[in-house]
């Protein structure tokens, strides 16, 4: 038996990504999204509310983008409940931020990974939101979650996901199968 939810959606594993970006007095400023994603080899999307960060979007052309994780949770839930138009987040979330070299955009050091975006496209949906496209410029990685061989390790990362279902965090686990590899077993018999 199924159960109809009609247009209710659920998307699973929604990321939980952290925006961060200057505005015209140079203050950074973080918020926390979930609905975005990679939508090519080096492009990025998401869609926006109106908020301090799609003010800077539109100011900059550009923006960092990090991904959530477990040790950091409380910080990127905070960057999601609190408006900049308020508070400096940055200063009472004490987290610290050096400026891009690619970008005019802060990067936020406490998060390990880093995406490092200019705006190629802003544009406003039918129902006054922003439909944000991103050219990722450079992807930075603090070597703690590095492998041995210099390679992004997401174990060490432990990102969290957004359970929209449940609205709550979910950290992603381990290596379960090889991509392009598994089903072969099946294309094969
Ligand atoms: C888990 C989570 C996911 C969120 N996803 C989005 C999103 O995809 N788009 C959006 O416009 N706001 C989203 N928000 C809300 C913004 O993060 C929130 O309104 C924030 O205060 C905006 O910050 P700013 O005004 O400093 O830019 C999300 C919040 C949480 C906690």
């Known amino acids: 038996m199924r159960k109809d939810f009609g247009n209710e959606t659920v998307v699973t594993p929604l990321p939980v990504l952290i925006i961060a970006t200057y505005d015209e007095n140079g203050m950074p400023n973080a918020m926390n999204a979930a609905w975005g994603c990679q939508s090519n080899y080096h492009e990025v999307i998401f869609h926006l509310s109106s908020h301090k960060t799609t003010d800077n979007l539109q100011l900059k052309k550009a923006f960092t983008l990090s991904f959530a994780d477990r040790k950091n949770l409380l ?29 005019d955009a802060p990067i936020i050091e406490e998060f390990p990974l880093t995406l490092e975006c200019k705006v190629t ?56 199968g090889q991509a392009f590899h598994d089903g072969l077993k099946i294309k094969n018999m």
Do not use: W
Request: hydrophobic share 35%.
């Open 75 to 103: 910080i990127a839930d905070y960057f999601g409940v609190e408006s900049g138009y308020k508070v400096n987040k940055i200063e009472k979330a004490g987290v610290h931020t050096v400026k891009s070299k690619f970008v």
């Open 121 to 176: 496209e802003i544009s406003k949906t039918a129902s006054g939101e922003f439909r944000v496209i991103g050219d990722v410029v450079n992807m930075s990685a603090d070597e703690t979650i590095l492998d041995s061989q210099g390679k992004i390790d997401l174990s060490k990362l432990e990102p969290i996901s957004y359970d929209s279902a449940k609205h709550c965090y979910r950290v992603l686990g381990g290596i379960v």
